[in-house]
């Protein structure tokens, strides 16, 4: 499918391409080569480097962070292809992106389609910069799966709104600057008494507690409001918008969890590989433990099947230009099979594979108990795995209550 | 399903509109009634042969449309989703071996045959009831074949033979030293042992020494394609069934604990079809056959094992019965879960691909 | 736990047991030996030797196929260790109980509970003499596990009935004399306008259909009843008491399709043992497939366990003096596990193990197949999987509707 | 449950209240708090003693109740129901070995010490991360023992070591020769890997070539009866959840699927239930113990897995955090799945005792 504008194109490309080369033997460090985004996790603050401070910085001036977004908030206002490029010389010199969090993942996008000029002027330009850390505000104890039941309540008062209540789940509550949260405005209308705002942490009457997981980590809050005062200008969208914009981010939020990005990098490894380190091979490298070998690759077979789910859920909506109906079934698959790969990575390490601490244990190991326990989650939060099947057999398969 | 190019959409509307309206499983139910050995309806076969569908993987200079194992599989898929009976499965499977193997005259000679149905052919390879290529006995000497091979699909139309030998894949016609002994399976479809003994056999001397495993990765993806079809057919029977069927004065399909049972199978079959799919078009690209075949051919025995139980389960006692149609598929199910590699066969192969 | 009396009660049952051994010398021909009983199963006709028909006669004039029924109606009126002691040498003998049948099974006991002096007067006995087979007219096609909706009419015409309406999964509808029903006598209570009772089945109007299974028998009929005359002292109970009655009759259906019995006779062999016969062993007689080896095993692990759980559902019985909370989940294992056992049998044998007829198919394989098939109806009838879920929910663990 | 005796009822009872209201799981919170390598409490191990619980399988003779493994069994379950951490299960299984192989003298030493509390004991047989009697490299010589024992449960406490080695078991003092390595995991109980260097050592000459195997068979239906407790636990407390959690305006438990998921557990507990006590009484009753025990363990690896996991997705979020109980029993759960026998090593066993 050649085009006679191909070799300009390409010209162009290959320009930017060496100003990222370029760019990259200025600004990053040999020190940070092959390490990761300490901002872009949600289990642990931040204490950078100075070597890590510059290099966000310099990242954050081009906006090449956050590459597609608007160059007039501080995005890189990059094509498609470019921000490809940028990813593409990145991975080739071993720098991680230095901007991340949950304001690059769910809240930008969704502030830059919804939030006014003055918002997006004052809240898009930090976080394309990694200065600001958002952490959301949704769950209450009372509303998890049945979010649109929240009872955390934003009182009119003319200028501004008093808000009080209670969230739970927030995500790195204890090292974020604001939160952008779904409050009650309307107590007579479950759906469109929600509105979708923007509070300051540090706002009095706000207050933290982390919540510690089985997996030892504290990378939620429960968060209470008392009182809290948030100015008008602070409200995303109209009064009662809020379930639609809220429900927008969870899109972003979904992609996110099932979306191959992260559960690909947890799959790096062969399981295969890993069973040979820890069992004994025969003269053909083959395990001889053959039931063990049989469940790894039960268990391969069906993830392949899961990537290329994943895959054809793309072609098929880039096809249809709409979502393909079996994206649908990719949070629910791709989150019960990285549980299973947990439980069997344990099981090939046997009791060495139970480590909660000590040297005894190599890095992987513990990770991978910690990574066992909170994968355990994935099938709860983000919409469980119980909501994706009604949602399946309702929306998609049209098991409706009534018919 | 896969983003199809326009010729592909157009073979599967014409697949599904025959076999919709041509070949509905009564057609089966037909051709089980007239009990022949053979199985299936010289004039059905005709009319898809007719319709290029013989021909879909044979190159055009021999007769073919060249159109590749994906728009194959389209084909088969639809066939499967009315448990058509023909041979399509087994002459693609060995015009597949020919297209690989082939010399120029082998091919020159067969493939127009097959592709306008003339000729009936089929894949020989296991021995016993177990699909293990690497347990061949049959061996040829001064140009004569002789061997046993169990559970021939599609034997009884046959006219030619794809038969693995110890040295490599020949072409055996029906004839003198070649004795079939039917084995009706639970499927009543055409199955038969057969005794070759002293057969007049003609090498297929290209195609390298991975000829065997090039062409049972076509055999798996295209049983799959089959199997996937039967999948579909079930879940879409049983969705249909539980939205009409009434207990209690509900609609089954309202109760919570069948719809997510259905969200399950709605997850597997996506997975199987991906599966199945990439296994069909990594036949087309050259890339990653082996392992690919290995996926789809695992999932499908996976997926539908799970469904043609399920869709019995789910009908509830009508299902049970030989007038519905949904126990025609699990009986036809296991055997295709049987052929070319069970389950366990498959994985100890992936495993083997993928180094452990 | 010894007593003064044992010594007598022990004298007094060396004497039947002897007498016992004197009746199979004198009555059982060698020739049955090791046979089932013909009558038994649902699924044929019967066509008695002469040998045969001796036999059921010889052991239908004692009463001692149905031992422990009253002698009054024909029964063996034998003590519950007197009945053990038939069991006992009958088995020894290689003798079969001719008498059977859904009469013996399930009507029988149900009439002797409910049913008037005349009823058991007249039906009793030829039950005991193996002379007239029964079959349930119950499920009908709008009234499969929501029974109650049944919808056929008896109308009453002061001294009978007359009934009309469709019955299905009448199993043995084609052999049998009589029927034992349940059926509508008043449309206006789904539960208590339900009444029991007994049709012949040469009466006019009534008309067979033997349905085909997939696996290729015909053991059920559809049964059509087209204006039925059917007497008033066929009414089993009162008017509107069929429900009840059913119910009740019910439980001796449940209980012999779970209650192993039938089910421990079905896994007789164990399927490492048939394994071995089509797969290859190693020089310690294990199975080389080590997967399929590990598969069986982990099969017949809980196979004993519910083996284990069957009996502990007995003893807490007794212990209790009632149904013990478990048995609720006998029938849901047990026939569960007999499917998986069905399917690995298949596999076991591959291709093989898939034959519909012809001589190249061992009997045995030949059976398995139409087991395999024909099982796939244990989950289904007699209180599907899922009604008995629904009934261990809300029964057993009090997960009800409205709390 | 099994159909008790008086005397099991009031030893059931009283452990049951005795756990309930002294031993919740908030003293294990305390005891995990503390943070000390033993991890647990020292006057609660007393206290249990003092009732009798550490000599249930002692001969009366040697200051024991000799009421039986069924009896200890429900004292362990109920203690496993609140995860109360203590060296009782470690003990009683040392202790079996010393009834099984001890002379009259090492019975007479330290069969009283255990069932007064007074000593500590546990068994050291692996050598490595998983169950491997057949792999043991630890040798005696000269009365002085040497190897290397891996992932010995309550190890911290104990004052007596039984351990295998190649000619047998030999008991072992703490003391010289005898070196720790804490092993910290997820469970947070007592676990270490130790280092035997020439240390006192004295067999237990009793018992015959079995008595390794009877010992295991022993460690693995008790430590099956803790699973069990465990397993009741997590049922019980997610039904009383679902029972009071309220989504979309109606309480959990009326969700079908979740009432139909929770039917599967019941079963499964019932399955696991009938195990564990039958393999206990199999000890009790001397009649086929390897078998029994490895159904016993195998049914409580399966069943308490799947529980200790749906107990997790049915609590939701709060089943995740550290201040819901949940979660202990699932880090605990994994532990014993891994000890005496993981389920692979199991089904291995039960072939092996099928003859297949």
Redo the contacts between chains.
């Keep these: 499918m050649a085009t006679q504008l191909e070799p300009d194109v390409h010209a162009d490309e290959e320009a930017f391409r060496t100003e990222v080369q370029q760019f990259l033997a200025n600004h990053f460090p040999d020190e940070l080569k092959g390490k990761a985004n300490a901002l872009a996790g949600v289990d642990g603050p931040t204490d950078e480097t100075p070597a890590q401070t510059k290099w966000r910085e310099a990242v954050g001036e081009r906006g090449w962070g956050t590459p597609t977004w608007p160059k007039q908030y501080g995005g890189g206002g990059l094509t498609k292809s470019e921000a490809k490029i940028v990813e593409q010389e990145f991975a080739k010199a071993g720098a991680y992106n230095p901007i991340g969090g949950m304001g690059v993942m769910m809240f930008g996008p969704t502030l830059l389609e919804y939030g006014s000029e003055a918002q997006k002027s004052e809240h898009i330009p930090p976080i394309c910069r990694g200065e600001i850390r958002w952490c959301q505000g949704y769950s209450e104890p009372n509303a998890g799966s049945d979010l649109a039941n929240l009872q955390t309540f934003a009182e009119d008062k003319g200028d501004h709104y008093v808000v009080n209540g209670q969230k739970t789940w927030t995500s790195g509550g204890q090292w974020a600057d604001k939160c952008f949260a779904i409050v009650r405005t309307d107590k007579s209308d479950k759906h469109r008494g929600i509105s979708f705002m923007l509070i300051d942490m540090d706002a009095p009457g706000v207050e933290v507690r982390p919540i510690t997981m089985i997996s030892g980590t504290s990378p939620f809050c429960e968060t209470f409001f008392t009182d809290v005062k948030v100015p008008k200008a602070n409200l995303v969208g109209e009064e009662g918008q809020g379930w639609t914009i809220g429900k927008r981010l969870l899109q972003h939020e979904r992609t996110n969890i099932s979306g191959g990005g992260s559960l690909a990098r947890l799959m790096g490894q062969s399981l295969g590989e890993i069973a040979k380190k820890y069992g004994e091979t025969d003269a053909d490298g083959e395990l001889t433990d053959r039931v063990l070998r049989d469940r790894i690759a039960d268990f391969e077979i069906r993830w392949n099947s899961f990537l290329l789910t994943a895959r054809r859920a793309v072609e098929e909506s880039k096809a249809q230009g709409g979502v393909s109906e079996i994206s649908s079934v990719l949070k629910k698959v791709g989150t019960k099979l990285s549980q299973e790969r947990s439980e069997l990575l344990i099981e090939i390490r046997g009791l060495q594979g139970l480590g909660w601490e000590g040297e005894e244990f190599t890095d992987g190991e513990l990770e991978a108990v910690r990574g066992w326990l909170f994968g355990k989650a994935t099938t709860i939060y983000g919409g469980s795995t119980e909501i994706q099947n009604n949602i399946i057999a309702k929306r998609v398969l049209g098991m409706l209550d009534h018919q | 399903?896969?983003?199809l190019n326009e010729e592909q959409e157009m073979l599967r509307d014409m697949a599904r509109e025959w076999a919709t309206n041509e070949s509905p499983v009564t057609e089966f139910r037909k051709v089980r009634g007239a009990g022949e050995p053979r199985a299936y309806s010289a004039d059905a076969y005709a009319t898809m042969a007719q319709m290029g569908w013989a021909g879909i993987i044979v190159p055009e200079a021999h007769g073919g449309s060249d159109f590749g194992f994906m728009s194959a599989g389209l084909v088969v898929e639809e066939l499967g989703k009315t448990l058509t009976a023909s041979p399509l499965v087994a002459t693609t499977i060995a015009a597949s071996a020919i297209v690989l193997g082939g010399s120029e005259e082998q091919k020159a000679k067969w493939l127009p045959r097959l592709a306008s149905g003339e000729t009936v052919a089929t894949l020989a390879v296991d021995e016993?009831?177990?699909?293990d290529p690497s347990a061949i006995e049959t061996s040829v000497s001064g140009g004569k074949l002789t061997g046993k091979k169990?559970?021939v699909h599609e034997a009884h139309g046959a006219d030619l033979f794809v038969v693995a030998a110890k040295d490599g894949l020949y072409l055996v016609e029906k004839g003198d030293g070649v004795a079939l002994?039917?084995?009706?399976?639970?499927?009543?479809r055409s199955?038969a042992?057969i005794a070759f003994d002293g057969a007049a056999a003609d090498r297929l001397a290209n195609g390298g020494d991975s000829l065997l495993d090039d062409v049972l990765a076509r055999a798996q993806v295209v049983t799959a394609a089959e199997m996937l079809g039967m999948a579909q057919a079930v879940f879409d029977t049983t969705?249909d069934y539980?939205?009409q069927r009434?207990?209690?004065n509900q609609?089954l399909?309202?109760?919570?604990?069948?719809?997510?049972r259905?969200?399950?199978l709605?997850?597997d079959l996506?997975?199987?079809?991906?599966?199945v799919?990439?296994g069909l078009q990594a036949v087309d690209s050259g890339f990653g056959v082996g392992r690919a075949a290995?996926?789809a051919k695992?999932?499908a025995n996976?997926v539908l094992h799970v469904i043609s139980?399920q869709g019995?389960?789910l009908h509830?006692?009508i299902?049970?019965?030989?007038?519905y149609d949904v126990?025609?598929y699990?009986?036809r199910a296991?055997?295709l879960e049987?052929?070319w590699g069970?389950s366990?066969y498959?994985?100890?192969r992936?495993?083997?691909l993928?180094?452990?």
């Design positions: 399903m896969a983003v016993g009831a177990q699909h169990a559970f002994t039917t084995r009706k399976l639970t499927d009543q199955h042992d969705l539980l939205k009434v207990q209690f609609v399909a309202t109760f919570q604990a069948l719809q997510h259905m969200a399950d709605f997850a996506a997975q199987m079809r991906s599966a799919e990439a290995i996926i695992a999932e996976r139980n019995i389960q509830g006692g299902g049970m019965t030989d007038e126990g025609f699990l009986k296991r055997v049987a052929s069970s366990s498959l994985k100890d992936f495993a083997k993928s180094g452990y």
